[in-house]
């Protein structure tokens, strides 16, 4: 390993400024080997031919034949030059939506035109994930790994699973107990995964297959990796495109492992210093109630990025805090539903770039604010709803503003998760169940009923 920051386009390097160690790309990592601190790819940006403006990425529609042209990532590839194309996989990733929704801002009290929904459940494996996982699989194949690895709440095994089976890897999934939305499980099952069922929570799955990375030398997966935070950075530069490459004022997305919002943050930290964007929006992390680890050492801990000196005391009583409560995060939400999110120091990065907000929902509103989304256009998950019941509280609150121009991000697609959704139609579980009907088998009580 060694510092590769003058020589090459990319490289890696530690977050921590106490540390700032610096590694070649071609050196498989999901952490600092010096400290222990989550890593960042780096870019030497006089060695990459940006383009000046961000609209010209908007060319690459008249080559789409080309499969990485037609890819939401790499259309976008000079954003994350880390390998050569011919390393690159994609699948047709990132085929997605940025859809103006009155109805659903009716909902959250914002004017007509002021709200968008970005809608990644159309990607190939349903969710977000597969933004990451192409940009992760292009690094697996440039270091020539064969088995990966990852941890899941659903959506991750399904993404990489898929994504293993198109890059001809064997793909090990690890789960918990019941912790796993089935929709979710059948995708990494049919792909060919192997499933490692863990007698404990996320959490403890995270820690097993860190471990077992390092004792047999797999590539991890998770958004450890910061290979994948690369990918998901696209994310934005969809929503900036769709919006005629302009910047929205808020982007409010759903917390977890803190994947997303790290990406954001440093997409729009790249952005501004490339002179592609003039202003950066701000961003509301929003957790379930059950799980929401950031919201209490954010707002309850005043837990700061602080230029990358983090105070760690302050996370490591919370953390000891849990354990000798034998807390587990618990939220119908299954994607989100994790209490020692991994990303929690870039997260931290991001609130600061991006003047952030953090906060939690109970269930019911995700649950509500889930059939609204659905009611009016876009079937997705329940953590993607998160997003649409935190930017409902932050309206009622004044802190975002009744016209200001907002995107939701709805990470998964409705069949994600259908037993929750069912249950909560036909067991008239909110203010939005929406039941089957019954009646007799007869004619004329269909007609009267129908009439």
Known sequence: MSSQKGQNAAYQKCINPKCGAEFDTADVLFE???CGDLLDCRYNWDKIAVPKKMSDFAKRWATRDN?????????????LNFCEDKFKASIGEGQTILQQNDEVGKYVNKKAGSLYLQ???????????????TAAFSHAKLVGTKTCACASTGNTSASMALYAHS???KAIVFIGS???????LSQSMDYGAKTIQILGDFDDCMRQVQDVCRELKLYLLNSLNPFRLEGQKTIIYRVIEQLGWQVPDWIVVPGGNLGNSSAFGKAFLELKELGLIERVPRIAIVNAAGANTLTELVNDRKLFWNDGMVNEEIVDKYYADLTARNFRAHTIATAIEISRPVNLNKCLRTIDVCNGVVLAVTDEEIKDAKAVIG???LGCEPASAASVAGLKNLVAKGTIGPDERVVCILTGHLLKDPNLTVDYHTKKEGLFSN???EVPNDLDQIIKLLK
């Not at 499969?67 to 954003?79: A, I, K």
């Open 167 to 169: 890059c001809g890897l």
């Open 67 to 79: 499969p990485l042209d037609f890819s939401g990532v790499w259309r976008f590839r000079e954003l």
């Open 178 to 184: 019941g912790k796993i939305a089935f929709g979710k």
């Open 435 to 437: 039941p089957p009907i």
């Open 119 to 133: 809608y990644e459940g159309l990607n190939p494996s349903g969710s977000f994930k597969d933004n990451g996982m």
């Open 375 to 377: 009611k009016f256009g």
């Open 32 to 34: 600092c080997p010096r």
